[in-house]
C-alpha cells in the first residue's frame, strides 16, 4: 500500500518542476517557429532567417511599448493612452531635433521625462482620484492627442536626428542594431519584471491590492510609476518610429494600442493582473508581427486582416489556458 501511495507523490513533485510560466513562454514562442516555417507556403522567401530578422525588427516597436503596458496591466490597470503618447514622443522628437544631431543627449530625456510626466497625470487620477483607469487614460490620450494637434497645426514638421536614423538602419555583427536594442530591452524588462524587487512589489499589489496594503507596501507610488513607465515606454517608441520613418505623423501610435494589449494578454499574463512575463510579451508581440506580416504578403484585406487577427488573438488565448498547461506538464511528466 505504502508503494503504491510513492508514486503520485513523486508525480506530485515532478510536475511542480515544471513552471506554468516556462510551459506558456515555451507554447508561444512554438506557434511563432511554427507560423514562420508554415509561411513559406504563402512565399518561396519566407520561412528563413531573413523573416525572422524582419519580424524581430518590426516587433521590437511593439515590444517597447507592450512592456509598459504589461507593468500596467500587472497591477490591475490599463492604459488607453499609449497611442497619443507615441505621437508625442515621435512629433517632438522630429520638431525639437529638427534634423540636427546637436543637443541630442538632452532632447530625447526631455522628450522623455514630458512623457513620464502624462502617466503621472494617469496614476494620480486612477489611485488618488479613483476615476477608472480605461476612462482616465482614455480621456488623457484624447486631452494628448488634441494638445498635438494644436502644437502641430495638423502637420508634424522637422525630422529626427540623422544619427538616430542611421541606428535604425545599421547593422552590426549582420544584424539589425534595433534587433540587438530589442535583445537587451528583453532582458533588462525580464530582469525588471520577474526577478527584482520592484516586480515582485507590483505581483503582489496585482494579486491582492488590499492584502499588500496591509503589508506595507505603497500601492499607489507603485501604480503611479508603472503608469509612468508605460508613457516613457510609449514616448521611446514614438522616437524609434519618426527615426525609422525620417518622420511623424498625427496616427503613429494608433497602430500600437490594441497590439500592444494583445501582446501582453497572448503572451499569459491575466488582463485581471497579478501574473504575467515580459518574455511571454515579446513572444506575444512576435505572434502578432508574424501573423501581419503574412496576412499582408496574401494581400488579404484590412477588414478581413482585422477579423483573422481577432481570430488568432482569440484562439491562443484559449490554447493558452491553465487546463492546456496542467495537460502539457502532465505530459512532460510522463516522459520523465
Avoid at 529638427?98 to 502617466?119: E, H, M, R
Wanted: hydrophobic share 50%.
Amino acid at each position: 500500500m505504502s508503494d503504491q501511495t510513492a508514486i503520485p507523490l513523486e508525480d506530485t513533485r515532478k510536475a511542480q518542476r515544471i513552471s506554468p510560466t516556462v510551459v506558456t513562454v515555451a507554447t508561444i514562442y512554438g506557434i511563432v517557429a511554427l507560423m514562420i516555417v508554415a509561411s513559406r507556403l504563402v512565399s518561396p522567401s519566407f520561412g528563413g532567417l531573413s523573416q525572422l530578422e524582419t519580424i524581430l525588427y518590426l516587433s521590437s516597436f511593439l515590444v517597447f511599448c507592450a512592456f509598459g503596458q504589461g507593468l500596467v496591466i500587472l497591477v490591475r490597470g490599463l492604459d488607453l493612452s499609449i497611442a497619443s503618447v507615441i505621437t508625442v514622443g515621435g512629433v517632438l522628437s522630429a520638431a525639437l531635433m529638427d534634423g540636427s544631431n546637436a543637443g541630442l543627449f538632452y532632447v530625447i530625456p526631455a522628450i522623455l521625462l514630458a512623457c513620464a510626466l502624462i502617466g503621472v497625470v494617469n496614476g494620480i487620477g486612477v489611485t488618488v482620484f479613483n476615476v477608472p483607469p480605461f476612462i482616465m487614460t482614455m480621456a488623457v490620450g484624447i486631452i494628448v492627442y488634441s494638445l498635438c494637434l494644436g502644437f502641430t497645426g495638423g502637420t508634424p514638421r522637422g525630422f529626427p536626428a540623422p544619427v538616430l536614423n542611421d541606428f535604425m538602419g545599421s547593422r552590426f555583427i549582420g544584424i539589425p542594431a534595433p534587433v540587438w536594442l530589442l535583445i537587451a530591452f528583453a532582458a533588462m524588462g525580464t530582469l525588471v519584471q520577474s526577478f527584482s524587487p520592484f516586480g515582485r512589489k507590483l505581483t503582489a499589489v496585482g494579486n491582492n491590492p488590499e492584502a499588500a496594503y496591509v503589508a506595507g507596501l505603497p500601492s499607489r507610488r507603485l501604480t503611479v510609476s508603472v503608469y509612468a513607465i508605460s508613457a516613457a515606454c510609449a514616448g521611446f517608441t514614438g522616437i524609434l518610429l519618426a527615426s525609422y520613418a525620417n518622420g511623424a505623423t498625427l496616427r503613429m501610435g494608433d497602430d500600437y494600442l490594441l497590439p500592444s494589449i494583445a501582446a501582453v494578454v497572448v503572451g499569459g499574463s491575466s488582463i485581471l493582473g497579478g501574473k504575467g512575463t515580459f518574455l511571454g510579451t515579446v513572444g506575444g508581440a512576435m505572434l502578432l508581427t508574424t501573423l501581419a506580416t503574412i496576412l499582408s504578403a496574401l494581400g488579404i484585406g484590412q477588414g478581413w486582416k482585422t477579423i483573422m487577427e481577432g481570430a488568432v488573438i482569440l484562439l491562443a488565448l484559449i490554447l493558452l489556458r491553465d487546463t492546456v498547461f496542467d495537460s502539457l506538464r502532465a505530459v512532460l511528466v510522463r516522459k520523465d
